[in-house]
Structures are given as structure tokens and as C-alpha cells.
């Protein structure tokens, strides 16, 4: 257990990599708590309006889809640390901005509009620099660790920040929230400003950068890369919605206040930090098996949450679902990060940024819809469904490709696992 234990948090003993994750786990919190306070400042600006808020929701996530490729050749083109410094900047001067026209009583409707897209383009940029950064902070071997605690951190801070806005909304109002994420928002640039530049691991670069379109193409060019992003599209646009599906759940179908749901989306966060967790003992490359085979287990998870007839049989099966849905998230993070070449790392994982976060504003209205017109158990099952089925048509695709096949063990425990074609072949020669 304490070998366990050391393997699963042996980054933070980096020095590099410990002042990055205390400043990225304050600056998290922070983003969290802005956008509660960010959400329930619309609602009392325009009379509890959700057209206003899905306003806001979309200007936040837009900017993704536009400029987080962007973002990724900026990564592979400038020096990552100073990148992630001026975008912390900015998330602290714009918070001070909003906060005092808060204070003042001068905000208005649109005023939060143009915070929310402004907000959205810092996260844009910010997002792939931090996401290739990792490595530079802990070397090839530790990454694997380093980014399921990076997931931990994110999923820690998806727990406490929520409450603590919550809080503090109640004691204080909004205005003071976004003067406190003013300073808090440094914390990550100051972290950075510490950090011994001579301890980074930085490649040398044997090529030009070149620009979006020269990273796109050598995804497309790299069959390992297109197949884990392909399905980590079609499970993240279907699936992923649990921040629309479980409010509609909540207040719809057990007809229960915040406090429902606000239990919900915690037991999906507490699954989802196990998820990262559980990464953090990779050493090597995950194969394309553990990506699909964590992608299967969250369609089979998901589909049984939709079914779930009862609510404290939904908070429990939620549980294993975060873990899935995290622990195939990170594999996929993993097996892009310590396949690609340095020099096109940034864009490569803006491109797993755009995959993942950027399914967002396209699924959720598909998804919505489902949920209005069948009932929200139906779009969580549906989705469910939908990511089984991708999952196990990769499968059959590796499968066939490689010439693989699936066996089973029934004994200690039941267990799948993959017979390579060439131990097929010395098999046939006995």
C-alpha cells in the first residue's frame, strides 16, 4: 500500500512540478467559483432568464472551437511557461475588471457577455500551453503520473469550488467573489515566476514548427492518434453532458431541489477523482486496448445510470461512471502526449482539447433536445448507448487491423485480454 501510495503522487516531488500543481490547484477552485458566481449574476441581472445563460454557456465554450488550434501553435511555437504567465495575467485582470463593475452596481447583461467570451479566449489559449507544459515539468517517464494528477487536481477543485462560490455568494454577494479570484488568479503566474527554468525538460527541435494545418496533418498522418480521438468525439459528444442531463434529472424526474443535484454531481466528481488516481500508476504508453476498453466501461456505466430506477441507485452507479469517464479521458491524454514528436506536441494536444472540451456547445443542444422531449433518463441512456457501441466498433476495427482476437480468463477472476496475431501464429506451429 505505501509502494502504491508513492507511485500514485511521485510527481509532486518534483520540485517544479509541486509549485505548479499548488498554484493550478488554487487558480482551479477559482475558475470554478467564477463561473457559479458568473451564472447566478445573470440569473438576478435578467430575472432568472436560462436563454441568457445558455448565452453565457456558448460564448464561454465558442472561442474552443475557434482558437484552441491556435493556442496549440503558439504552444509549440513560444516558450510554454511565459504563455501560461500572460494568460493568468489576463484571467486576473479581467476578474478585477467584472468584479468593480459588480461593486459598483455599473455591470450589466452584456457586460458579463463580453467577460464570459473574454474568459473564453484566455481558456482557449491557456488550455493546450498547460496541457504540453506537463511534460516539460516532469520528463517522458513521470507524464504519465503527472497528467492524472493534473485530473485529480481538476476534479478536486470541481468539488470544493462549486461549494465554496455557494457559500460565499450567500455571506457576500457576487462582486466580491470576482475581487477574490482577481488574486487568487495569480497564484499559478507566481508559481511559474518560481520555477527553475534549468530543470525543465525541453527537446531540442529537429524541424521547423510549421502551423495548424502542418499538426493536423500529422495527426491524420498517425493512425494512433485518429483512432483515440475519433472516440473520445463521438463519447464526449454524446456522453459527456452530465452538467445539463443531471439538473434536468434532479428537478424533472425526482422533483428535488438544488441539494439533489448538487449530491448527483458529486458523486460523479468523487468517481471522477478516483478515475485520475487510478492513472497515475501508468508508467509506459497505454495501449489503444485500455483506451477503448475504458471507453466500453463507461457506455456500459452510463446506460445503467439512464436506467436506474431509483435516486440513491443513481448516486451510486454515478460513482464507477466519473471513474470510467476520467480514467478513458486520461488514457487517451496519455497515449496522444507520449506518442507525438516535441515539436508538434502543442498542437496535437489542442487538438485533444478541441475533441474534448469542444463537443461541448456541439452535443449539449442535441442532447437538451433529447432530454426535453423524452425525459433526461432517456438522453443520459442514449448516450450511454452510443458510447458502447463506438467503444466496441473500435474494438472490432483494432482488432481486425491487427489481426488480434479477444480471450477470456475465468479463473482467479473473470478477464478479458488480447492475443496478439504473432502468438496466435506460434500457437499454430505447435
Do not use: C
Not at 501553435?73 to 485582470?93: G, M, P, V
Not at 504519465?144 to 494528477?149: F, G, I, K, R
Amino acid at each position: 500500500m505505501r509502494a502504491r501510495f508513492g507511485r500514485t503522487f511521485q510527481s509532486l516531488w518534483i520540485r517544479n512540478y509541486r509549485l505548479f500543481s499548488v498554484g493550478q490547484v488554487i487558480k482551479l477552485i477559482a475558475v470554478w467559483m467564477q463561473f457559479v458566481a458568473q451564472d447566478w449574476l445573470v440569473l438576478e441581472l435578467t430575472d432568472n432568464s436560462a436563454y441568457a445563460l445558455g448565452i453565457v454557456t456558448a460564448l464561454q465554450f465558442a472561442p474552443v472551437l475557434l482558437l484552441t488550434l491556435y493556442g496549440g501553435k503558439l504552444a509549440d511555437r513560444y516558450d510554454k511557461r511565459r504563455l501560461l504567465i500572460w494568460a493568468n495575467a489576463a484571467f486576473s485582470a479581467l476578474a478585477l475588471a467584472l468584479g468593480v463593475l459588480v461593486v459598483t452596481g455599473l455591470v450589466t447583461l452584456y457586460a458579463v457577455f463580453f467577460f464570459a467570451a473574454a474568459m473564453g479566449v484566455a481558456h482557449a489559449i491557456e488550455n493546450p500551453v498547460r496541457q504540453s507544459f506537463v511534460y516539460e515539468l516532469v520528463g517522458r517517464e513521470l507524464l504519465p503520473n503527472a497528467l492524472s494528477l493534473s485530473s485529480a487536481t481538476f476534479n478536486t477543485a470541481r468539488i470544493v469550488g462549486p461549494a465554496a462560490a455557494g457559500a460565499l455568494i450567500a455571506l457576500l454577494g457576487t462582486g466580491p467573489i470576482f475581487l477574490l479570484n482577481a488574486a487568487t488568479y495569480l497564484a499559478p503566474a507566481v508559481a511559474l515566476l518560481r520555477i527553475r527554468v534549468d530543470d525543465l525538460h525541453r527537446e531540442t527541435r529537429t524541424e521547423p514548427v510549421g502551423g495548424v494545418r502542418d499538426g493536423l496533418r500529422y495527426v491524420v498522418r498517425r493512425e494512433d492518434l485518429v483512432l483515440p480521438l475519433l472516440l473520445l468525439f463521438v463519447v464526449g459528444l454524446v456522453g459527456f453532458n452530465f452538467n445539463l442531463t443531471l439538473p434536468v434529472l434532479a428537478k424533472v424526474t425526482y422533483q428535488t431541489g438544488p441539494e439533489t443535484f448538487g449530491l448527483l454531481m458529486t458523486s460523479l466528481a468523487v468517481g471522477s477523482l478516483f478515475g485520475a488516481l487510478a492513472s497515475g500508476g501508468r508508467r509506459a504508453r497505454p495501449s489503444v486496448y485500455v483506451v477503448i476498453g475504458a471507453a466500453i466501461g463507461f457506455g456500459v456505466l452510463a446506460t445503467v445510470a439512464g436506467l436506474v430506477p431509483s435516486f440513491i441507485g443513481t448516486v451510486a452507479v454515478l460513482v464507477p461512471t466519473g471513474f470510467f469517464m476520467i480514467y478513458f479521458a486520461q488514457a487517451t491524454n496519455q497515449r496522444l502526449q507520449l506518442g507525438v514528436d516535441a515539436v508538434y506536441r502543442g498542437r496535437v494536444m489542442a487538438t485533444y482539447v478541441l475533441v474534448f472540451a469542444g463537443t461541448t456547445p456541439l452535443g449539449g443542444p442535441l442532447v437538451g433536445a433529447l432530454a426535453e422531449h423524452f425525459g433526461p433518463r432517456v438522453s443520459i441512456w442514449g448516450g450511454g448507448l452510443v458510447s458502447l457501441l463506438a467503444g466496441l466498433a473500435a474494438l472490432a476495427w483494432q482488432l481486425r487491423r491487427s489481426g488480434s482476437r479477444i480471450g477470456v480468463r475465468l479463473r482467479p477472476l473473470p478477464q478479458f485480454y488480447v492475443i496478439p496475431a504473432e502468438s496466435q501464429a506460434v500457437a499454430s506451429t505447435r
